[in-house]
């Protein structure tokens, strides 16, 4: 927490520091501000140990009829199509064709203390955006002109398992169910795949399945998959057997389907991305709550193979996390710092790099970010898009708001942004799985 | 055995909330009590194993002693305010405050089982878990003193 020297702001800032000691309310703190958490050395405060943890989730109103998002100056944005059931991913075939992965939690995670009564009541509040029906499926959508109207949409891939990551490897196409790596034949053209699903590789799924979506990118010789596999806790308080394979991207092998962990102690990946230049992996990552509004920040990172990102143990190199024993020293010791911090609890679920050329020249070669909103601070953070601009495979200076208005003046949520992808004519996709829509955000005036 | 008390002696300070002239503050204290007992064993278990399993129990022990033992409360106090006798009672007084004062660090010690994982109980549930057996151990005192001395929910006609 930051002080400010004058001594009356002081008292009040010991009077809300003790509160928040005490935690017998959400208080708000003088907090440092979230852009000071943005970037490679990111501020970082002391711990704090709640009995009330902060839970502030935006209640969701949805879109009502023509409100949009805000899009930065020279964008303009537009639903592609709405009334989906929570899209929460997107995938752009060879032919322009818009795959849109609608997908809900298992559902599966059992209520091990009475806390989770609570939480589960909790979460209910920022999920209902009016998607009681059939979901777990993905829909096919064609904008054949361009107009940013589908005129086709057709469910392509119906009664599926959570499913999250799609990558297409020639006419084989891989679907990241929450509990397996299932691949389909594809044909250019194809609005439905009627054919059964072959099953690559199992995943780490039920029952506990805590951070469930399972992120999926192809290598760029396509002889191999990289899989984001989730933590199966916030902090190991569902037990250290349970996180057996997870908190890592797993690099499995497309024609035996044999994988290892390429990197580890990461808490849930997500976004699984090719920078253009350098052709390294990056993902982002949520990181652990209940630590304080501003504690861990989130990140966005290029990630190494063989290296170790510090969940449970530490966080951003060797910042011991003291919830979790037996401790690992040794482990903590080898924790590499993340890249580039995105600010606390902004919860990142979409990374896309930008290598269109219809969008203005400033966003070529950087990458698009899809922060899908907070809970666990008493200020609301995220629940928009941002730009990190790259310069030599690198992030070079502040994340920049791209698309904002997903809550209102109100702080309700109208929208919640997970997913992104560029289309073949170079403009934004953005799932929204709260307002039940996919957004195009193209370039102003055309 | 005759009954020593002389028929001239006041009648036992009567139980207000009772069923069938059985009063209901006795059958429910035993739960909050075994609750709250229980959740300093199962605090001390996780302390030595890191087992989530055992913190797992303490969150669940507390929530069913806090149930129970606002029932029991509410028995109690129907008791205490319902009869003078009873509130004339120094033991009664000390009962009350005692078990009040049970019942809130039960609560905080709750909050404080709701974090996640070893913090969740080490070290301040585990130190909130134990005041609240030994502030028990007089608690009960007062009440036995009520019961077993001055005859308080102890019928007249025995």
């Not at chain 1, 010991?14 to 005490?22: D, I, P, T, W």
């Not at chain 1, 943005?38 to 009502?64: E, F, R, T």
């Not at chain 1, 075939?93 to 009564?117: C, H, M, Q, W, Y």
């Not at chain 1, 920022?126 to 009681?132: E, F």
Request: aromatic share 8%.
């Amino acid at each position: 927490m930051r002080r400010t020297p004058d001594s009356p702001r002081r008292s009040i800032c010991s009077v809300a520091g003790l509160a928040a000691m005490l935690c017998l309310t959400a208080c708000k703190e003088s907090a440092p501000d979230p852009k000071t958490q943005i970037g490679a050395k990111p501020d970082l405060p002391a711990q704090q140990q709640y009995l009330l943890p902060p839970m502030h989730v935006a209640s969701v109103v949805g879109w009502k009829s023509g409100e949009t998002p805000t899009v930065a100056n020279g964008l303009q944005i537009k639903a592609l199509v709405s009334r989906l059931q929570h899209p929460r991913s997107l995938y752009v075939l060879p032919n322009g064709d818009i795959l849109v992965v609608e997908s809900k939690a298992p559902g599966t995670e059992p209520i091990k203390r009475p806390k989770d009564f609570i939480m589960k009541w909790v979460e209910s509040w920022a999920t209902s955006g009016g998607d009681t029906g059939e979901s777990n499926r993905i829909t096919l959508l064609r904008d054949a002109d361009g107009d940013g109207v589908a005129e086709l949409k057709s469910v392509f891939l119906d009664h599926l398992n959570s499913p999250f990551g799609v990558a297409l490897v020639g006419n084989d196409l891989y679907v990241a169910n929450t509990d397996a790596i299932v691949r389909y034949p594809y044909n250019p053209g194809d609005t439905k795949i009627t054919a059964p699903g072959t099953t690559l590789t199992l995943l780490p799924g039920g029952p506990i399945d805590h951070h469930w979506t399972k992120s999926l990118v192809a290598s760029e010789d396509g002889s191999l998959l990289y899989v984001g596999v989730g933590s199966n806790s916030n902090i190991t308080e569902n037990g250290i057997e349970a996180e057996k394979d997870r908190a890592a991207i797993w690099e499995v092998d497309r024609a035996t389907g044999r994988w290892r962990i390429f990197a580890s102690g990461l808490r849930n990946p997500n976004g699984l991305s090719w920078e253009p230049q350098t052709h390294a992996l990056w993902a982002v990552i949520n990181e652990r709550d209940e630590l304080g509004p501003n504690l861990v920040p989130d990140y966005l990172t290029s990630v190494k193979d063989g290296a170790f990102y510090g969940w449970p143990y530490s966080y951003y190199g060797q910042n011991v996390d003291p919830r979790v024993q037996p401790q690992r020293p040794d482990l903590v010791a080898k924790a590499i710092a993340p890249d580039y911090a995105l600010s606390s609890h902004v919860a990142p679920l979409g990374l896309v790099f930008y290598t269109g050329t219809n969008l203005p020249a400033s966003y070529r070669g950087g990458a698009f970010v899809g922060e899908h909103g907070s809970w666990n601070r008493p200020e609301l953070n995220g629940y928009k898009v941002v730009f990190v601009p790259f310069a030599n495979g690198r992030p070079n200076g502040p994340a920049q708001d791209v698309v904002t208005g997903f809550l209102n003046p109100d702080e309700k949520s109208r929208g919640r942004p997970v997913g992104l992808a560029v289309d073949k004519s170079g403009n934004l996709l953005i799932a929204d799985d709260v307002g039940n829509t996919v957004w195009r955000v193209s370039p102003a005036g055309r | 055995m005759q009954d020593v008390i002389p028929v001239t002696a006041r009648a036992n300070p009567a139980s207000t909330a009772r069923i069938a002239s059985h009063p209901i503050h006795p059958m429910l204290v035993p739960f909050p009590i075994v609750c709250f007992v229980g959740t300093l064993v199962t605090d001390v278990a996780y302390w030595k194993t890191a087992e989530m399993m055992w913190a797992d129990f303490s969150a669940w022990l507390l929530f069913a002693g806090l149930v129970m033992g606002v029932l029991a409360a509410v028995a109690g106090l129907v008791d205490f305010l319902s009869n003078r006798l009873i509130r004339a009672l120094a033991p009664a007084w000390l009962h009350l405050a005692g078990n009040a004062v049970v019942l809130v660090l039960a609560f905080f010690n709750a909050l404080v089982h709701s974090r996640d994982a070893w913090t969740s109980v080490v070290p301040a549930g585990l130190v909130l878990s134990a005041l609240t057996v030994i502030l028990m151990l007089f608690t009960g005192w007062m009440g036995w003193a009520m019961v077993y001395r001055h005859r308080v929910g102890v019928g007249n006609d025995a």
